[in-house]
């Protein structure tokens, strides 16, 4: 028997379509992986974690502790000080009043971090203080629940010692499900202590190991390798032949089982690995050798083992799991006689599983079903990572002992199905399922009409442009943008100065720098008085306050006074010029995502089009019509050119929607120049003009994605090679620049899609 498994192994692996498949499905994982890490207005990059790691290396852990409650502390300022701000700016009495209750309640604290605020320099992990606050209070917050795991395991050895005393759990009362839970709780966590906890946070191991899509995509892995181990032999008829020889039943079988059992493992250890290497260089490494509660997230788990320990265990389980769900597909492969029908039940399993898990209340009375069912076994961080006992008959049992005794149950089940079944199977051939119904061809003789058929309905081109499409009009409209104060000043002074130069709005602006003047020269004087003597340090401090809220707004001014001038020496007009600049990605770098999605959807799209003729033999057919090969090839080309562009202007459509809600687009027939920013521009072109002349440039990069493609899929003559072959082209250089590696971005049409924000 044991020879035959390399070679069950060998005739799946070797076929270059399950190995496509399975390319095709990693890239998938690792795109999700990467497209559900990206950063918003709330969420922080995942370069802000490896900074952190690397800030945090060599420290011990009351260093870390101190260094964190730091960044902390200086945060929380900066932010005091911003809302001061922003209620001294509602510019009325109640604004006045706010401010003043909130100085007065935390004193000192606005003059500590004020001239931080002003500096700009306190954004040390990420581009926006909203991004950096949400990323320190999910640290602090972690490394105080680390920090404190010494007095959580003192906590339960308290609770049962304080409870067990009192008089309800004396002697009846001590053979109570509540009792016991509290007697095996201290039991389970008595072995473990806070020696080995070196905190690290927990994004990359949770991102990496808690994909919802990851379990999803290891079983269509698991269910491509079952429906080829079984179906394919009956489809080829040769159980007629393999069931004659000396070991044709039972070692045929016994052989299968193993290579879809190595085959798990080698699947779950890939895709795990890659997660892990993905995040690792994105957001730092984590110490392997730590305690697994050193995790904020694990802190709950009763096992002494590792973090490396703990992504073994999890890689070995889901492992195991899908050989159980292989076997029990295998089963159904051995019984029936159509070929889609493992499928659907493989289907039909895990939507059920995941109905019982999603839809069934975690403190329901049938809660057993949803942590014992399919999906909840797949959630390992919650079987290894935290700690859970169910009620049976008054005992406590752990979720782990029952888990793992279900999983051995499912493989033992089917194992011992399959060897049955198979030595007794009389279905030796398949069918495929067919429809009830049939929809009529209706002949015409339009070739345009009939090649954007082929490309949009036959080859699901339609299904692909409307997914990434939607794809990228949630990542454009999901965007937030939140002005800050000094962007509100600037945004109403804009409103009144926006259009030509007249002498009122020249009047408004030299009064407002009269003003900041004014406030430049009080706090000059102050200083001189300090350095005469004449005023204490503290005195001065409290008369330049005022000054200094006043100077709070100076930097927004001083893009007013730079149009003010450019206006008065070069001509032009007044432009509020924010949402320009957040459209051009100036202020921020949405290209490179766009360009990467823009990518892979017409890569997807568009490999069949050239592809599929060869592929049915009937490009050789066309080529001896009177249309011909060439004009058929052209029509494609133009067909697949018109779905690049539509594609290419979602998301230019979305972000200018977006923007302009939140920082409005005016003038747009003023001249490019006008804006500071494009002040060097060559061409005296209105802003429509110049917004046009770039959005043409990315639809003509996505247009070239598009050819190069199809120049791949006239090279390959095979789909599933042109996808893997264009990916690597145009796709991976990008997804290389994301990861850090800026050269990449030469490599591929980047340069042209986003000049812009280069």
């Not at 798990?264 to 290497?277: H, K, N, R, W």
């Not at 007009?573 to 770098?589: C, H, K, N, P, R």
Request: proline fraction near 3%.
């Amino acid at each position: 028997m044991l020879p035959l498994i390399p070679f069950e192994l060998s005739k799946i692996w070797r076929k270059r379509s399950f190995l496509l498949s399975v390319c095709v499905l990693l890239l998938i994982h690792l795109f999700l992986l990467w497209y559900t890490t990206l950063p918003n207005e709330k969420t922080p990059p995942l370069s802000a974690y490896k900074t952190l790691c690397a800030e945090l290396s060599g420290k011990n852990e009351v260093e870390k502790g101190d260094y964190i409650a730091e960044l902390k502390e200086k945060l929380d300022g900066v932010c005091f000080v911003q809302n001061i701000l922003a209620m001294q700016s509602f510019q009325n009495e109640m604004g006045s009043i706010l401010a003043e209750q909130e100085l007065q309640s935390n004193p000192g604290v606005f003059e500590k971090y004020y001239q931080l605020y002003q500096r700009g320099n306190y954004l040390k992990f990420t581009a926006s203080l909203e991004q950096e606050q949400a990323f320190i209070d999910e640290v602090y917050n972690e490394q105080q629940k680390v920090s404190g795991y010494g007095k959580y395991l003192e906590s339960i050895q308290e609770n049962k010692d304080t409870l067990g005393g009192i008089s309800i759990f004396e002697g009846q009362g001590k053979d109570t499900y509540s009792s016991r839970n509290l007697e095996k709780s201290a039991a389970d966590y008595a072995g473990l202590t806070d020696g080995n906890i070196r905190f690290t946070p927990s994004k990359e191991l949770t991102s990496a190991m808690q994909g919802v899509w990851i379990d999803l995509l290891l079983v269509l892995g698991m269910m491509l390798f079952v429906g080829t181990l079984i179906t394919e032999e009956k489809d080829k008829k040769l159980f007629f032949i393999t069931r004659s020889t000396k070991h044709g039943v039972l070692h045929s079988i016994a052989a299968k089982l193993a290579a879809l059992f190595m085959h798990c493992v080698v699947l779950t250890a890939l895709f795990y690995t890659a997660s892990i290497a993905f995040l690792g260089f994105s957001a730092g490494w984590f110490h392997p050798g730590a305690a697994l509660q050193s995790m904020a997230v694990f802190t709950e788990s009763s096992l002494p083992i590792s973090i490396l320990g703990y992504i073994l265990l999890s890689i070995l389980t889901k492992a195991f799991i899908l050989f159980g769900i292989g076997a029990v597909l295998t089963i159904f492969c051995i019984l029936s006689g159509i070929a889609a029908l493992p499928f659907l039940a493989g289907a039909g399993m895990i939507g059920g599983s995941a109905l019982l898990y999603y839809l069934i209340p975690a403190g329901s009375v049938f809660s057993v079903f949803k942590y014992l069912s399919p999906v909840g076994l797949m959630k390992t961080e919650n079987l290894y990572g935290g700690y859970l006992n169910f009620n049976v008959f008054g005992y406590p049992v752990s979720r782990l002992s029952l888990s793992l005794a279900l999983i051995v149950l499912i493989c033992i089940a089917g194992v011992v199905g399959s060897l049955l079944l198979f030595c007794r199977m009389q279905s030796f051939e398949v069918r495929k399922l067919r429809l009830p119904f049939s929809v009529p061809f209706r002949p015409h003789t339009n070739i345009l009409r009939h090649e954007s058929y082929k490309l949009l309905i036959t080859s699901r081109g339609l299904l692909i442009l409307l997914l990434f499409a939607f794809l990228l009009a949630y990542q454009s409209l999901g965007r937030t943008y939140t002005p800050s104060v000094g962007e509100q000043y600037y945004q109403s002074i804009m409103a009144e100065l926006e259009g030509d130069l007249t002498d009122e709005k020249e009047s408004l602006v030299l009064s407002e720098k009269a003003r900041y003047e004014e406030a430049l020269q009080e706090i000059e004087q102050i200083d001189r008085m300090v350095s005469a003597g004449e005023l204490s340090a503290d005195t001065a401090k409290t008369l330049k306050s005022q000054a200094n809220m006043t100077l709070a707004f100076y930097p927004a001014f001083q893009r007013v006074e730079a149009q003010y001038e450019h206006i008065k020496s070069d001509g032009g007009s007044f432009v509020y010029d924010t949402g320009y600049l957040y459209l051009m990605g100036i202020l921020e770098d949405v290209f490179s995502v766009d360009f990467l999605i823009l990518s892979m959807g017409i890569i997807i799209a568009v490999s069949g089009a050239i592809s599929m003729e060869y592929q049915t033999d009937s490009l050789y057919l066309i080529g001896a019509t009177k249309t011909g090969k060439r004009k058929i090839l052209l029509y494609k080309a133009a067909i697949c050119t018109l779905m690049a562009a539509l594609l290419t202007l979602v998301p230019i459509l979305c972000r200018i929607y977006r923007i302009s809600a939140v920082y409005p687009m005016h003038s747009l027939g003023a001249t490019t120049q006008s804006i500071p920013h494009f002040s060097g521009f060559a061409l005296p072109v209105p802003i429509l003009c110049f917004i046009l002349l770039f959005a043409l440039s990315q639809v003509l990069s996505v247009v070239l994605v598009t050819l190069i493609t199809m120049t791949i899929s006239v090279w390959r003559k095979n789909q599933a090679q042109t996808v893997f072959f264009a990916l690597l082209v145009l796709a991976v250089p990008m997804l290389l620049k994301l990861l850090g590696f800026e050269i990449a971005k030469w490599f591929s049409l980047y340069p042209l899609y986003g000049w812009m924000g280069m």
